[in-house]
């Protein structure tokens, strides 16, 4: 059984300062934009490894943590997802993709082109757990997986944006590939490619809006 402690790290905030940060952190994140097109501009290694600090602080299913993310940093490496993942994505687009799919993608404009997966400095790979090994070798399963691993991603977008910089999920379809270009164990999923960066001086984004306050919020 875990021991308990004191917590003490949380901060005693007034009622003004908790509504001050609060309202600080939501314009922060009210600037957030999916992006694209990403400058080859470098990031701090430093800043990347803080971001994903934050993301496995995230709370998760029996404290089981089941989530591994893996930081593409070989340029060799990197072109050989690139040439997988667009593999991948022209199947789709061609004959996997629901109509209705397409249809919802096609305001955006993407397709199976992605150069940002060589262009962008960070690539991560998010790979969930749904099972770990015991020392026994028995396989013990793991909680709440999905949401766990989405909570870590979130608060993984959230850090990174909070450092100035812009982010794209990328979940090609298929993602099986990534298991064996990564080289990763038997018990491990492919979640999500998540590319980092900051954007080229030419992005555009798209002039979104987002659903009413009313509308996606109800008290009761």
Same mark, same amino acid.
């Given at each position: 059984?875990? #021991?308990?402690?004191?917590?003490?790290?949380?901060?005693?905030?007034?009622?003004?300062? #908790?509504?001050?940060?609060?309202?600080?952190?939501?314009?922060?994140?009210?600037?957030?934009?999916?992006?694209?097109?990403? *400058?080859?501009?470098?990031? #701090?290694?430093?800043?990347?490894?803080?971001?994903?600090?934050?993301?496995?602080?995230?709370?998760?299913?029996?404290?089981?943590?089941?989530?591994?993310?893996?930081?593409?940093? *070989? *340029?060799?490496?990197?072109?050989?997802?690139?040439?997988?993942?667009?593999?991948?994505?022209?199947? !789709?687009?061609?004959?996997?993709?629901?109509?209705?799919?397409?249809?919802?993608?096609?305001?955006?404009?993407?397709?199976?082109? /992605?150069?940002? +997966?060589?262009?962008?400095?960070?690539?991560?790979?998010?790979?969930?757990?749904?099972?770990?090994?015991?020392?026994?070798?028995?396989?013990?399963?793991?909680?709440?997986?999905?949401?766990?691993?989405?909570?870590?991603?979130? !608060?993984?977008?959230?850090?990174?944006?909070?450092?100035? +910089?812009?982010?794209?999920?990328?979940? &090609?379809?298929?993602? /099986?590939?990534? *298991?064996? +270009?990564?080289?990763?164990?038997?018990?491990?999923?492919?979640?999500?490619?998540?590319?980092?960066?900051?954007?080229?001086?030419?992005?555009?984004? &798209?002039?979104?809006?987002? /659903?009413?306050?009313?509308?996606?919020?109800?008290?009761?």
């Amino acid at each position: 059984m875990s #021991s308990f402690r004191p917590y003490s790290e949380c901060p005693r905030l007034s009622e003004r300062e #908790s509504q001050a940060r609060a309202a600080e952190f939501c314009r922060l994140m009210q600037t957030r934009r999916t992006v694209r097109s990403f *400058s080859s501009r470098s990031v #701090s290694r430093d800043v990347v490894d803080d971001c994903l600090r934050t993301a496995i602080s995230a709370p998760s299913g029996a404290n089981r943590q089941p989530w591994s993310f893996v930081v593409v940093e *070989s *340029s060799a490496r990197r072109r050989e997802l690139r040439l997988a993942a667009e593999a991948e994505e022209r199947e !789709f687009y061609a004959h996997r993709a629901p109509v209705t799919w397409l249809n919802a993608l096609a305001e955006f404009g993407t397709d199976a082109c /992605k150069p940002f +997966l060589e262009t962008a400095p960070v690539v991560i790979a998010i790979f969930s757990q749904p099972w770990q090994e015991s020392e026994a070798g028995d396989r013990i399963p793991n909680y709440y997986v999905a949401e766990s691993v989405g909570i870590a991603t979130g !608060f993984l977008i959230a850090a990174m944006h909070n450092a100035g +910089l812009s982010v794209l999920t990328h979940t &090609p379809s298929p993602m /099986k590939f990534l *298991s064996s +270009l990564l080289q990763r164990p038997e018990n491990e999923r492919p979640y999500l490619l998540l590319i980092a960066g900051y954007p080229d001086e030419q992005c555009m984004v &798209p002039d979104l809006t987002r /659903k009413d306050f009313d509308v996606a919020v109800q008290r009761l």
